[in-house]
C-alpha cells in the first residue's frame, strides 16, 4: 500500500461558494474566461467550463487564492491525456493572453514552482505503508512525517502569501483530520472521549469549514447504520422507530430506510444476474461482451452497473 496524502479537496471546494473570492484583494481588473476560447485540448475537458482563474489587479499584480491552484489543476490533470508538455503550454497561452504584465510573469512563476511541488508529492506518494489500518501506530507515524514534509517543501517554494492562499485550508483540514485519526488510535479514551475531543477538534475549524465537517460525518454515521442493517430481519418501519428513538431525524431516517430498499433490491438483482451469467458459454470468443451485455439489461442505472462491474472484480468466472 502506498502512502496516501490527506484529501481534501470536497469539503474545502464546497465551503468555499465562489473559489476566487478574497476579501484582501482589491476588485479583478483582469481575468482568464470561465469557458474555452478555442477547442479544449483534451477530450475530458469537452462540455465543461475551465476551473478556477487567473486573475490581476488593477494595478496588474496576479490576485493570489485557491481559484489559481483550480485553474493550474484544471489544465494538469490532462496531462495523461495529451502530455504535461501540451497542458503547460495551454495555462501558459491563457496566462499570457489575458493577463497584463507583471501578472503574467507572476503566474507563470508560481506555474513553474507549483509543478516542482506537484513532483515532490507524487514522490512522496510513492512511500509503502506496511501498516493494516490508517489508526496503525507506524501507519500514522508515516503519515504525520509525510505531511509534515509536505509543508515544509510549500514553504521552501512558494512565498507566505502564495502558501496561504493555495493550501491554507487544506493544511487547517488535513491537521484536523490526523489529529482526529491520531485521537482514534489511542488506546485508553473511551469512544466517549475520543467523541468529544473530535468535537473540540471540529469546534476549533473555521465555521463553514466545521459545519462541512459535521455533515460529513454525519453522513457517514447513517452510511453505516445503513450497512449494519442491510441484511437484517428487522422491517422498515420498526428500524424507522429505532432510528428516530436514538436522535436522528425523519428526514435522515427516511433516507437509511430509502437507502437500504435500494440495496436490498439490488442484491436481489444481483443475485439474478449471477445465476443467469452462469449459464453463459464461459469458453466463447464473445464472453466477456455476453457477460457485459447481461449486466446492461440486468440493472436500471448505469450506477448500478458500474457497482455490479465492481463486485465482478475478484470473483472466479461461475461454474
Not at 491537521?175 to 482514534?184: M, V
Request: glycine share 4%; net charge negative; no cysteine.
Amino acid at each position: 500500500m502506498r502512502a496516501p496524502l490527506i484529501q481534501t479537496s470536497m469539503p474545502i471546494r464546497q465551503i468555499v461558494e465562489n473559489p476566487l473570492r478574497n476579501p484582501v484583494y482589491s476588485e479583478v481588473h483582469f481575468s482568464t474566461p470561465n469557458e474555452h476560447d478555442q477547442v479544449p485540448i483534451s477530450e475530458s475537458l469537452r462540455g465543461t467550463n475551465i476551473d478556477g482563474a487567473l486573475q490581476a489587479d488593477k494595478n496588474g499584480e496576479l490576485i493570489l487564492s485557491i481559484g489559481v491552484r483550480d485553474f493550474f489543476d484544471y489544465f494538469l490533470s490532462t496531462a495523461d491525456e495529451v502530455g504535461i508538455e501540451a497542458a503547460v503550454d495551454e495555462i501558459i497561452r491563457y496566462a499570457s493572453g489575458y493577463l497584463p504584465a507583471p501578472a503574467n510573469q507572476q503566474a507563470l512563476d508560481l506555474l513553474r514552482d507549483y509543478l516542482e511541488y506537484k513532483r515532490f508529492e507524487y514522490a512522496i506518494q510513492q512511500v509503502p505503508i506496511n501498516g493494516e489500518s490508517l489508526t496503525d501506530k507506524a501507519t500514522l507515524s508515516l503519515l504525520r512525517e509525510s505531511y509534515q514534509q509536505l509543508r515544509q517543501a510549500r514553504a521552501q517554494r512558494f512565498s507566505s502569501a502564495a502558501n496561504q492562499a493555495l493550501f491554507g485550508l487544506e493544511d487547517t483540514y488535513a491537521e484536523f483530520t490526523l489529529s482526529s485519526l491520531e485521537l482514534g488510535a489511542i488506546p485508553d479514551l473511551t469512544d466517549v472521549e475520543k467523541t468529544q475531543r473530535v468535537e473540540s477538534l471540529i469546534a476549533s475549524l473555521p465555521p463553514e469549514l466545521a459545519n462541512e465537517v459535521r455533515q460529513e460525518r454525519a453522513q457517514a454515521q447513517l452510511e453505516r447504520v445503513r450497512r449494519q442493517h442491510i441484511n437484517s430481519d428487522i422491517d422498515d418501519s420498526q428500524l424507522h422507530q429505532q432510528l428516530v428513538e436514538q436522535g436522528y431525524t425523519q428526514s435522515q431516517a427516511d433516507h437509511v430506510i430509502r437507502s437500504r430498499q435500494q440495496q436490498q433490491e439490488f442484491n436481489r438483482r444481483y443475485q439474478q444476474y449471477q445465476q443467469a451469467r452462469s449459464l453463459l458459454d464461459q469458453n466463447a470468443a464473445n464472453y466477456g461482451a455476453e457477460v457485459a451485455g447481461l449486466r446492461q439489461r440486468s440493472f436500471v442505472t448505469p450506477e448500478e452497473a458500474t457497482q455490479a462491474a465492481l463486485r465482478d472484480l475478484g470473483q472466479a468466472r461461475p461454474n
